[in-house]
């Protein structure tokens, strides 16, 4: 055999076998198996490194197989696995060596990492000599064994009285008047205590020390002499225009007087300065309203349905949307079909076509986020005359300069979805087809004439529900004549010696929109829950850690489930 019938042979081998695996690709992605699609497409290049399908095939997959690994390495950190979730990120980064979002989260897992290798072998430190800064003080967990209190005492020595229960130092500010408190307290934990006593004394107390509380009269002046203050920043995830950064910091400034709130608009956060309380407060709502804005898919279809003859025409107004025929309908065939019904919710709309065609003229798709306008123009720009004006030259005479401004000129589409937390969509929408019918001289100027068509409603549909614009319709009447000349003319012998021919055509400009939600709203309750934001102006919260440490102690420890600290971050109900 000779050498260039082996060589034949293999590459036709070499061919066969990456078809074999681009098919094979092709199965895997079908069933969102992306990343063994991408192991097959990459295989089938490196067989075949001249095919163009082979190349847009990896090209296409490439990121999205990257994020794969990405979020299987997101979520092994949330889990406290970060030396796994650095495997992943690695893979996400071989897949895509450009993709920044894999680099970004292998250093900050290497940092993760550095920090506990760090803390776990690092000698104590001083606190004077430490540049990291310290989170604000908070008391140790107190014992969730109940008491029972019956007393008539001054402020200071009913809590000291509940310090040494709950092996609390208390402190007593030097201004706190003494005067007569009752307590009748049965089955309470020793941190209800001290917030009950805190309530009917006009007092409060704030940590010193992790076992040492400050006791304090309850006014605005101690409050601001005492209460500590922290600064955090909140960084805002889903923030798309300045209007949703301001209406964040608007609410939170509304809510909490006392706390001093600053944007940074190029990271989209909100540095605060205020209580841990107000911190905490300020972090839940966010939580709260930062959320992804729900998106939609707008599938635009743009038909011309041209009827002849007869046609048999209802329509009222539409609601929704189902397409039928004398056979199965898609919409990719509603202009091949020439014969179509479809009907409008309770009012019926069917349209009969008897000797028509219909062409589908534009199948353009808007995606748009919830409440936010998007504009779709597909088409030309046409120059036009908007005035003009005379200059002076050097000699005697003048100059004539006309100024032009470019006007859209095919199919252009407006929208603005709301969604709806059932998944519904609420479109209001302006659709407009426009084309150059002429020219005009105007002031020896040609002027293009535009001949538009334009509809406008506001519907609300289903995910996936069609709605139809129509009712835009052109008329031409049209006729001719033919026979002997002269014999037309006469009555009754024209219809022996001539042919009169009238066709009356009526094009009629059809919008059909089907939204399909690519993400709806995340805030499944009608309301948040509630949270005890405390009495008065002063922000105080009732930490579940604390309110409830009881529960937790209860119940027995598990590896995966350690007992939670008493200064978590989740606040309690009322």
Do not use: C
């Given at each position: 055999?000779?050498?260039?019938?082996?060589?034949?042979?293999?590459?036709?081998?070499?061919?066969?076998?990456?078809?074999?695996?681009?098919?094979?690709?092709?199965?895997?992605?079908?069933?969102?198996?992306?990343?063994?699609?991408?192991?097959?497409?990459?295989?089938?290049?490196?067989?075949?490194?001249?095919?163009?399908?082979?190349?847009?095939?990896?090209?296409?997959?490439?990121?999205?197989?990257?994020?794969?690994?990405?979020?299987?390495g997101?979520?092994?950190?949330?889990?406290?696995?970060?030396?796994?979730?650095?495997?992943?990120?690695?893979?996400?980064?071989?897949?895509?060596?450009?993709?920044?979002?894999?680099?970004?989260?292998i250093?900050?897992?290497?940092?993760?990492?550095?920090?506990?290798?760090?803390?776990?072998?690092?000698?104590?430190?001083?606190?004077?000599?430490s540049?990291?800064a310290?989170?604000?003080?908070?008391?140790?967990?107190?014992?969730?064994?109940?008491?029972?209190?019956?007393?008539?005492?001054?402020?200071?020595?009913?809590?000291?009285?509940?310090?040494?229960?709950?092996?609390?130092?208390?402190?007593?500010?030097?201004?706190?008047?003494?005067?007569?408190?009752?307590?009748?307290?049965?089955?309470?934990?020793?941190?209800?205590?001290?917030?009950?006593?805190?309530?009917?004394?006009?007092?409060?107390?704030?940590?010193?020390?992790?076992?040492?509380?400050?006791?304090?009269?309850?006014?605005?002046?101690k409050?601001?002499?005492?209460?500590?203050?922290?600064?955090?920043?909140?960084?805002?995830?889903?923030?798309?225009?300045?209007?949703?950064?301001?209406?964040?910091?608007?609410?939170?400034?509304?809510?909490m007087?006392?706390?001093?709130?600053?944007?940074?608009?190029?990271?989209?956060?909100?540095?605060?300065?205020?209580?841990?309380?107000?911190?905490?407060?300020?972090?839940?709502?966010?939580?709260?309203?930062?959320?992804?804005?729900?998106?939609?898919?707008v599938?635009?279809?743009?038909?011309?349905?041209?009827?002849?003859?007869?046609?048999?025409l209802?329509?009222?107004?539409?609601?929704?949307?189902?397409?039928?025929s004398?056979?199965?309908?898609?919409?990719?065939?509603?202009?091949?079909?020439?014969?179509?019904?479809?009907?409008?919710?309770?009012?019926?709309?069917?349209?009969?076509?008897?000797?028509?065609?219909?062409r589908?003229?534009?199948?353009?798709?808007?995606?748009?986020?919830?409440?936010?306008?998007?504009?779709?123009?597909?088409?030309?720009?046409?120059?036009?005359?908007?005035?003009?004006?005379?200059?002076?030259?050097?000699?005697?005479?003048?100059?004539?300069?006309?100024?032009?401004?470019?006007?859209d000129?095919?199919?252009?589409?407006?929208?603005?979805?709301?969604?709806?937390?059932?998944?519904?969509?609420?479109?209001?929408?302006?659709?407009?087809?426009?084309?150059?019918?002429?020219?005009?001289?105007?002031?020896?100027?040609?002027?293009?004439?535009?001949?538009?068509?334009?509809?406008?409603?506001?519907?609300?549909?289903?995910d996936?529900?069609?709605?139809?614009?129509?009712?835009?319709v052109?008329?031409?009447?049209?006729?001719?004549?033919?026979?002997?000349?002269?014999?037309g003319?006469?009555?009754?012998?024209?219809?022996?010696?001539?042919?009169?021919?009238?066709?009356?055509?009526?094009?009629?400009?059809?919008?059909?929109?089907?939204?399909?939600?690519?993400?709806?709203?995340?805030?499944?309750?009608?309301?948040?829950?509630?949270?005890?934001?405390?009495?008065?102006d002063?922000?105080?919260?009732?930490?579940?850690?604390?309110?409830?440490?009881?529960?937790?102690?209860?119940?027995?420890?598990?590896?995966?489930?350690?007992?939670?600290?008493?200064k978590?971050d989740?606040?309690?109900?009322?």
């Open positions: 055999m000779s050498l260039l019938a082996i060589l034949g042979t293999t590459g036709t081998a070499r061919a066969d076998s990456a078809k074999k695996l681009f098919k094979a690709g092709q199965a895997a992605e079908a069933r969102q198996d992306l990343e063994t699609a991408y192991s097959d497409y990459t295989q089938a290049l490196e067989k075949s490194p001249g095919d163009l399908a082979y190349k847009l095939a990896v090209a296409r997959l490439r990121t999205q197989a990257a994020g794969v690994h990405i979020r299987k997101e979520s092994l950190v949330a889990s406290g696995q970060p030396v796994q979730a650095l495997v992943e990120f690695f893979r996400a980064r071989e897949m895509d060596p450009a993709n920044d979002l894999a680099a970004q989260d250093t900050k897992t290497e940092e993760l990492l550095r920090k506990r290798d760090q803390k776990a072998e690092a000698p104590p430190v001083n606190e004077e000599d540049d990291e310290a989170p604000p003080t908070h008391l140790d967990p107190l014992p969730p064994t109940p008491m029972t209190l019956h007393a008539t005492q001054d402020p200071a020595t009913l809590y000291r009285t509940i310090g040494k229960i709950a092996n609390l130092n208390v402190l007593v500010d030097p201004d706190l008047q003494p005067k007569s408190v009752t307590l009748d307290l049965k089955d309470v934990s020793p941190a209800e205590a001290l917030r009950v006593l805190a309530q009917v004394s006009g007092t409060f107390y704030k940590p010193v020390t992790h076992n040492t509380i400050y006791v304090a009269a309850d006014n605005r002046t409050r601001k002499l005492l209460d500590t203050e922290a600064v955090r920043t909140f960084y805002l995830q889903n923030v798309s225009q300045q209007s949703d950064l301001n209406d964040v910091q608007t609410t939170l400034r509304n809510l007087q006392g706390a001093r709130l600053y944007a940074v608009q190029g990271q989209n956060a909100i540095v605060m300065r205020g209580t841990p309380d107000e911190l905490l407060l300020a972090k839940n709502i966010i939580a709260d309203i930062d959320r992804p804005k729900p998106e939609v898919l599938d635009v279809y743009v038909m011309e349905v041209s009827r002849t003859k007869e046609h048999d209802g329509l009222s107004p539409p609601t929704s949307l189902s397409v039928s004398n056979s199965s309908t898609t919409l990719n065939a509603i202009g091949r079909n020439s014969s179509y019904s479809y009907s409008i919710g309770e009012a019926q709309a069917e349209l009969l076509l008897s000797d028509s065609t219909t589908l003229l534009q199948n353009p798709t808007v995606r748009a986020l919830d409440g936010q306008k998007a504009t779709l123009n597909i088409g030309e720009k046409y120059p036009y005359s908007t005035g003009s004006y005379t200059t002076a030259t050097s000699s005697s005479s003048s100059a004539v300069e006309t100024q032009f401004q470019y006007i000129v095919g199919v252009k589409v407006e929208m603005t979805p709301t969604i709806h937390q059932n998944r519904d969509v609420t479109l209001k929408m302006a659709v407009e087809v426009s084309s150059v019918s002429g020219t005009e001289t105007i002031d020896d100027v040609s002027e293009p004439i535009i001949a538009q068509q334009k509809a406008e409603e506001t519907v609300r549909l289903k996936g529900e069609p709605s139809v614009l129509a009712g835009l052109e008329r031409e009447v049209t006729g001719s004549v033919s026979g002997w000349p002269g014999a003319e006469v009555p009754l012998l024209k219809y022996l010696f001539s042919t009169q021919d009238k066709t009356n055509t009526d094009e009629e400009i059809v919008f059909m929109l089907v939204p399909h939600i690519v993400r709806a709203a995340q805030n499944n309750d009608a309301t948040s829950p509630e949270i005890d934001s405390g009495a008065g002063t922000i105080q919260i009732q930490r579940i850690a604390r309110a409830k440490m009881a529960e937790q102690t209860a119940k027995p420890a598990t590896d995966a489930q350690p007992p939670q600290p008493a978590g989740q606040p309690a109900h009322p």
